[in-house]
């Protein structure tokens, strides 16, 4: 999920989406990964996000993210 919106949006705009730090100070998959999965509620925001541009047809190929 993070790969794709970030490759869609850009950091820029996902860090203004979702005023994460993770996002905005030397965003990386890596870092993203790691703090999305200690931070339940950070990650239900990026769910929803997903869900937001991607529509629900979309597939959650996993309830983490990718």
């Not at 949006?9 to 870092?31: E, T």
């Not at 999965?37 to 541009?53: C, D, G, I």
Request: proline share 5%; aromatic share 10%; net charge positive.
């Amino acid at each position: 999920m993070v790969t794709r919106l970030s490759e869609n949006m850009g950091w820029i705009a996902l860090a203004s989406a979702i005023p994460l730090r993770c996002f905005s100070h030397d965003p990386s998959i890596k870092s993203s990964l790691k703090f999305l999965r200690k931070t339940p509620w950070a990650r239900t925001k990026v769910e929803q996000l997903y869900l937001q541009q991607f529509g629900k047809s979309s597939r959650l190929v996993n309830t983490a993210v990718e």
